[in-house]
């Protein structure tokens, strides 16, 4: 019999408002597989459970009362440990802020929240999200559940092995050069990059970039909308938020993947990408080529993409940190601090020059799908590596030139700025999952949702290319 928690989110809250499901066993259910899997894995950091059992026993009264129930009624969430939650402790993964309890809630965490989600805990991350793998001196590493030597990603890593494991059902996570996208591959879930504006954020370091974005993460598609559309409430407080029908997200479009001109590129022609990956995305081109209209090999011109993305990132990492590295200096990590100072070497003129072929290169782009609905990529350029390793040094024996080189497939798209889902489809040859990046037009959102559904139905009629699920009773031992 499957247990509560193994329910999407979509048939729980069905069940929710048919009275057939209470939240309170939801919650209860999801409590249990966070203790018996949990300490193999270190995903849930910070547990809210006693506030979450008043908060279902509400949800539950409410459907008894047969009160309007808003659309994430009694579903349990993970929020990552970069958000504020009033009242639940945030610590940012820094030691510095271990016993840090917030007053407010942040933009997203309020809107999911005021669609009816309850907060169940708070998901690890790498100290002040800096990295791809979460690993920090407060919580320690959070291990993959399909290989626990081996990394989950970062920086939403937390996030993404609780829904792996199925600790609950939805998820939210935030995405700079792909801390949505790359765990969202490692683990086997689903994580959608929104365009920049569609969820508003209340902790933006630059008012106006494609760099920080906040998004949802979840086990299917259908799921990831629903989150999406909570997420997405209007908050004129974010400059980047635009008005917009939030509940459209919910509404996942049927999309004829028969009438698509679809472009494949295994290494957005810039991104150093391991010779493995490259030939398990060719397989998976292969097992769907046929059901669109058109299927090309094409990669978009983003030859200088990687150094626009490092130019424009030494801005953000200066804003985003120099007032902690004035304030606590020696006391930051070595991952954060060489990440400051790297920055500080970059020089304005370059700062400059980045700015402005950033535009060059969205408009380029933006005319790319004047010939492609979708353009379909490698989620993460290698197979997870041990998760005390900070960063891949090398690919096939190429070393890489810094820190963030080996996360150009999601870098790259993040100087656009285009909507892109990350997409299970299989195990790698190491037995850890494989992933694509669905990519659309600029605000295609729902098309890359409707997309990415089909390309889900069409990928789980193979056992090969299905979402895979770890061996739970493994991780209990």
Known sequence: MTDPCDLSAVEARRLIGARQLSSAELVDSCIARIEAVNPSVNAVVTKAYDRARDEAAAADAAVKRGDALPPLHGLPIGIKDLDDTAGIRTTYGSMLYKDH?????????????????????KTNTPEFGAG??????????????????????????????????????????????????????????VAHRPSPGV??????????????????????????????????????????????????????????????????????????????????????VAAVESAFAVCERRDPDFTDILDVFWGLRAVYMLAKHGHKFERYGPELNPN????????????????????????????????????????????????????????????DGEPMENYVHWVGLTSALTVTGNPALALPCGLDPQGTPFGIQVVGRAYADRLVLGAARALEEAFSGTSDFARPVPDLAALRA
């Not at 937390?158 to 949505?180: E, K, R």
């Not at 760099?211 to 259908?222: D, I, S």
């Not at 100072?341 to 402005?356: F, K, M, S």
């Open 199 to 284: 969820v508003p954020t209340g902790y933006r370091n630059l008012a106006f970039t494609t760099f920080q974005t906040q998004g949802p993460m979840a086990r299917t598609v259908e799921d990831t909308a629903l989150l999406l559309s909570a997420l997405a409430a209007n908050n004129s407080a974010d400059p980047m938020a635009f008005p917009r029908d939030a509940s459209a997200y919910a509404v996942v479009p049927d999309v004829d993947l028969s009438r698509l001109r679809v472009a494949v590129s295994e290494d957005l022609g810039c991104a150093p990408t391991s010779k493995v990956v490259r030939a398990a995305f060719r397989d998976r």
């Open 336 to 395: 954060v601090r060489s990440n400051y100072e790297a920055a500080l070497q970059v020089p304005i003129e370059r700062v400059a020059w980045a700015t402005r072929r950033q535009m060059e290169l969205y408009a380029a782009f933006d005319t790319f799908f004047d010939e492609f609905d979708l353009l379909i990529c490698p989620g993460v350029a290698v197979p997870p590596f041990p998760f005390d390793q900070l960063y891949p040094t090398e690919i």
């Open 101 to 121: 309890v917030p007053d407010t809630d942040e933009h997203v965490v309020a809107a999911a929240r005021a669609a009816g989600a309850i907060v169940l805990g």
């Open 132 to 189: 791809g793998n979460t690993n920090n001196a407060l919580h320690g590493p959070t291990r993959n559940p399909f290989d626990p030597t081996l990394t989950c990603g970062g920086s939403s890593g937390g996030s993404a092995v609780a829904l792996a494991t199925n600790m609950m059902p939805l998820c939210q996570g935030s995405d700079t050069g792909g801390s949505l996208r790359l765990p969202a591959t490692f683990n086997g879930i």
